[in-house]
């Protein structure tokens, strides 16, 4: 998983809690992405990340927000879970060098 | 594991006999493309990449070709083996999407035995 690491895997949670999702990178890669992944319709992108402090909304980005305070962290806040938040959340990593995108291993939320 | 294959179409193979996944890409413009692998309960898995000035690209049992005509993608696969059952995605990059990844809904692959 090119050094990726996603916590928690899996979560439980109740409608309007906050939840936090962490993705921890081990090789100081710039750019940071967050997907999500449902039934119908593939890997979309959430926010990304080209650096520290420095972020940008993707085209699924109603209802989450993203932190990148330090390079080997990037965490995915939503604010008050909703069911239509329940999928399968992936972290990835880009080189400054090449567009190819290498993905961690995901966390599963479901939203009660 | 997870459902990310519901209504996705579905190739099915004999071991040993060689895959062909296809993947009509969007935007004609877009000059960068990616297959990916996805194991159930897994994140997906780079294969292989080739770039718009290239028709074909080949790796360790995998080629990519390239159409840009009809722009179309496809992933051929050689003696294909139980290990290949994933879904596959393509992917394509182009700077009228700020150069971000914009991918297929997926195909699955069935190895049979």
């Known amino acids: 998983d090119a050094g990726i690491t996603q916590s928690p895997r899996h979560k439980v949670t109740e409608t309007g809690t906050p939840v936090t999702l962490r993705c921890h990178q081990t090789?100081?890669?710039?750019?940071m992405y967050w997907y999500r992944q449902d039934p119908g319709h593939g890997l979309r992108l959430i926010h990304y990340?080209?650096?520290?402090?420095?972020?940008d909304k993707g085209e699924v980005s109603d209802g989450y927000s993203v932190s990148r305070s330090k390079t080997e962290d990037f965490l995915l806040t939503l604010e008050s879970a909703t069911s239509s938040q329940t999928s399968v959340y992936f972290c990835?990593?880009?080189?400054?060098?090449?567009?190819?995108?290498?993905f961690g291993p995901g966390t599963r939320l479901l939203v009660l | 594991g997870e459902s990310v294959g519901l209504h996705l179409p579905t190739l099915s193979v004999q071991e040993g006999d060689n895959s062909i996944i296809n993947c009509a890409y969007s935007?004609?413009?877009?000059?960068?493309f990616i297959w990916y692998k996805q194991e159930s309960g897994k994140g997906p898995q780079f294969i292989i990449d080739i770039r718009s000035n290239m028709d074909k690209r080949q790796g360790q049992r995998v080629t990519v070709l390239l159409n840009k005509t009809v722009k179309h993608l496809s992933l051929q696969i050689a003696a294909t083996q139980p290990g290949d059952s994933a879904v596959y995605f393509c992917?394509?990059?182009?700077?009228?999407?700020?150069?971000?990844?914009?991918f297929g809904a997926g195909t699955i692959l069935r190895v049979k035995s």
């Open positions: 990835a990593i880009r080189t400054e060098l090449v567009e190819t995108q290498y």
């Open positions: 935007n004609s413009a877009s000059d960068y």
């Open positions: 090789e100081n890669h710039r750019y």
């Open positions: 990340s080209y650096g520290v402090k420095d972020t």
């Open positions: 992917a394509e990059i182009s700077a009228e999407y700020g150069n971000k990844l914009v």
